[in-house]
């Protein structure tokens, strides 16, 4: 299991009720993933474990989630603090010009006439646009915009970004 790339889409806080249900803090864009998910993989104290899901439900912010073979709350209780990861297949697909965060960080970013700036290092997650963090070979930080005029190709394969950098950036 440890073989496969896995990635993080919520966390266990706690035990909910008596009947070993669980409070999970959504880590994802699409926290509903969870009330069609039949399995889900458990990452605690570098361990991994494999559960069935028995129920889900939305709880104001959170999710309840109830495992197969779960049906006290102190058994639940030691799950507290687990990370709930998924594979790259259950990801949820997302529109042609979106891209998860994870796939984004570490490609090399150039401007449009192939200046090299740096790896991208960060996305800030703002309120108006996500700003990429882009840091260059002497450690410094360019901030980005991840805007459609800003950004003009994105190459996953080739690990490649190339923006134009709007006038007084630098």
Not at 21 to 28: E, F, H, S
Not at 135 to 147: F, N, Q
């Amino acid at each position: 299991m440890q073989d496969t790339p896995l990635i993080t889409v919520g966390k266990i806080l706690d035990a909910h009720g008596v009947r070993g249900w669980v409070r999970v803090l959504p880590l994802t864009d699409f926290p509903e993933r969870f009330l069609d998910m039949a399995q889900v993989i458990l990452l605690q104290n570098g361990q991994y474990m494999e559960y069935r899901l028995a129920e889900a439900m939305q709880h104001k912010q959170f999710v309840l989630l109830r495992f197969e073979g779960i049906s006290d709350m102190n058994v639940a209780k030691v799950l507290k603090g687990a990370l709930l990861q998924v594979t790259k297949e259950q990801l949820i697909k997302l529109p042609g010009d979106s891209y998860y965060i994870f796939d984004l960080l570490g490609l090399s970013v150039y401007t449009t006439v192939s200046e090299y700036l740096g790896e991208l290092e960060d996305v800030l997650r703002t309120g108006a646009n996500d700003v990429f963090v882009v840091k260059d070979e002497r450690g410094r930080s360019v901030l980005i915009p991840a805007l459609k005029q800003v950004v003009k190709k994105i190459d996953l394969d080739a690990r490649r970004m190339v923006v134009e950098l709007p006038e007084g950036l630098r």
